[in-house]
């Protein structure tokens, strides 16, 4: 039997554990805070907040593995009704379409965009400059980069084609992130995996088998004493609001001048907050000059927009500011394969959001999180066989 050591019980951490333990290794995992979950806890009290991910794409590789697991629990869809309440900020007024010119980069006969082109400029020579600004600053909503027009465009083409889909493709589980959370950590339990909170480590251990890094990669880099392990990211402000119900509000409001996405998770999910108050976050990215109060002023002005006497009503409020924590974003010239990669050499594998593997977001932990397991037990073709 393998033994397999995981450092970082978040989701990345969780989903290897859980696929090595289900092709018979005997796995620890160590995690350095007192709960599991990392950057998908969901916050206890009242107010039930995510620092992300609120949405679970369906079209994800993750998708269909937590399904057939049974870790997704019960999901809180949209209703029609507020599904019909996105609002889009265009030209300083809402508006509930996007405009033609956006529309244009989303149709079959649009081309693959190059990866080695600024989106901004492929997009203007597809749909004029100003389609291409409004689905550059509307894809934020998947990215939390300041300038998305400068990334990849190929990287931002994929992203806004999965964020053009939202209202049916991203799913929030009900009760937050923590509920898949929960389950995953009582799949691992039942299949013995020892998961020990509190314990952070500050060296690949000696004596054992294969390790598997499943930290940010920050802690990567510090863990591994490896300066080359840095890639870039988003710097973005999260502001969460309660405020007292209002009939009519948004449900969501997506600023096409600026990128920026405000959104009522109590629209979908009421057990998010006490009867009778909403509970909104507001994602601002924010450039590397900016402060979390720029961020904050601009989340005033959209809900100024789309949120009638919010100011009147809010209950609870609070800011934060996100650096670097929202997975990679590829510059153009680099993919997902230019960056750290998952085999680092005797025995030690690096998983995560920020690393060599493809998709959005969490799915990026995911598809590293397999790799590294296929890796680390040599059972790829078993592995690929059971995802197909
Ligand atoms: C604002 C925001 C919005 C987001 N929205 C979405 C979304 O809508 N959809 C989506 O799919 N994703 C979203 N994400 C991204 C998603 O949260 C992450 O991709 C995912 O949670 C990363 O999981 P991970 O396990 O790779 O890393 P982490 O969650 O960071 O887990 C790493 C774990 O390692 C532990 N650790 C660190 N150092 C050590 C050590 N030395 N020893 C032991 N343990 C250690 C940490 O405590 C942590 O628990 C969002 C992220 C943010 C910040």
């Known amino acids: 039997m393998h033994r397999i050591t995981v450092i970082g019980g978040g989701f990345a951490g969780l989903t290897a554990a859980i696929t090595a333990a289900e092709a018979g290794a005997e796995v620890t ?3 350095a805070h007192h709960t599991l979950g990392g950057r998908a806890r969901t916050a206890e009290g009242p107010y039930r907040t995510n620092e992300g991910p609120h949405a679970l794409y369906s079209a994800g590789p993750h998708w269909t593995w937590l399904k057939q697991r049974d870790l997704i629990g019960a999901l809180a869809p949209i209703p029609p009704l507020e599904a019909a309440r996105l609002r889009l900020r265009h030209k300083g007024a809402l508006r509930r379409t996007p405009p033609f010119a956006m529309l244009k980069l ?31 600053h509307y894809s934020a909503v998947a990215l939390f980069h300041h300038d998305p027009g400068s990334l990849s465009a190929a990287f931002v083409q994929e992203r806004l084609r999965r964020a053009m889909k939202l209202p049916t493709e991203a799913n929030c589980p009900r009760g937050g992130w923590a509920n898949v959370i929960d389950r995953m950590a009582g799949r691992a339990w039942n299949l013995g ?36 392990l840095t890639w870039t990211s988003g710097r973005t402000a999260l502001v969460d609001l309660a405020l007292r119900s209002r009939r009519g509000d948004a449900f969501a409001v997506s600023d096409l001048d600026a990128p920026g996405w ?3 998770f109590t629209a979908r999910d009421r057990t998010l907050a006490p009867a009778g108050e909403q509970l909104l976050q507001g994602q601002i990215p924010i450039a590397p000059g900016e402060t979390g109060a720029h961020g904050v002023a601009r989340a005033e002005q959209l809900l100024d927009l789309a949120f009638e006497g919010w100011r009147e009503r809010v209950t609870w409020r609070r800011a934060s500011v996100s650096n670097g ?16 990669r998952i085999d680092r050499g005797d025995g030690v594998y690096l998983v995560g959001d920020q690393v060599a593997a493809p ?12 790799e590294a ?16």
């Open 262 to 264: 405000i959104e009522r």
């Open 359 to 370: 998709g959005v977001l969490s799915e990026v932990s995911f598809n590293s999180a397999m």
């Open 325 to 340: 924590r929202t997975g990679a974003v590829d510059l153009p010239g680099t993919s997902w394969r230019d960056r750290p």
């Open 193 to 228: 995996v020892r998961m020990e909170t509190l314990a952070q480590v500050d060296a690949v251990p000696a004596d054992r088998g294969p390790v598997i890094v499943a930290t940010s990669l920050d802690a990567a880099r510090r863990l591994l004493k490896d300066a080359s």
């Open 29 to 31: 995992v160590y995690e």
């Open 373 to 388: 397991v296929a890796l680390a037990l040599r059972i790829r073709e078993r592995l690929d066989l059971k995802r197909a």
């Open 106 to 136: 989303l149709r079959r006969s649009c081309q693959q965009a190059p990866a080695d082109a600024d989106f901004m400029t492929w997009a203007t020579g597809q749909a004029g400059a100003e389609g291409a600004r409004a689905a550059a």
